[in-house]
């Protein structure tokens, strides 16, 4: 699936339930939010997404800090919103071994970051003074790599921008802490 169908589906999306918030998205998408201990090692789970008799369900570690929990809530949340005909068959976590499942959380990582940062936001701060990314992405208080994924999608949306400096892989959610 393509950068612009995924940034498309964010618009449509936020546009119709008048919010960018994943937590009310879940909400007003009857997607139960579930919180839950998973550990507060590295390794851990930080979240899934699972379709079980119609039902959909994010479960997000509890024991992440509130930034990171939001991050993660709005990548499962792009699971439900891109993939849900193949989470009928897996669930969606960080622990996801099948064949296809770099693609599909590379996807989950542009839905969060269209989601979560918008195109003025970024670009305004890159203008006003936080010339890389890593200083941007603390302002922010999310991880350095997506707002990487964020200039690739202005990358890909025409804008000039500040190369991205990073070779983020769709799994880099799994190292974040």
């Not at 990548?75 to 996801?96: I, N, P, T, V």
Request: include cysteine; aromatic fraction near 10%.
């Amino acid at each position: 699936m393509s950068i612009d169908y995924i940034c498309q589906k964010v618009k449509q999306t936020t546009h119709k339930y008048r919010t960018s918030d994943p937590g009310q998205l879940c909400r007003d998408l009857h997607i139960s939010l579930l919180l839950s201990s998973m550990g507060g090692e590295r390794e851990s789970c930080k979240g899934f997404y699972l379709l079980q008799s119609r039902q959909q369900v994010i479960v997000v570690n509890n024991d992440l800090s509130p930034e990171l929990q939001r991050m993660i809530l709005a990548h499962e949340l792009g699971h439900a919103l891109l993939h849900r005909k193949a989470a009928a068959q897996k669930a969606f976590s960080d622990f996801m071994l099948f064949d296809d499942a770099g693609t599909l959380e590379y996807e989950a990582n542009i839905f969060a970051a269209e989601l979560l940062i918008s195109d003025s936001q970024l670009l305004s701060l890159l203008n006003d003074g936080y010339a890389d990314i890593f200083a941007a992405a603390k302002f922010l208080d999310l991880p350095a790599e997506l707002v990487d994924f964020k200039l690739r999608i202005l990358q890909q949306k025409g804008y000039e921008s500040v190369a991205p400096p990073l070779l983020v892989r769709g799994d880099f959610l799994k190292k974040v802490w």
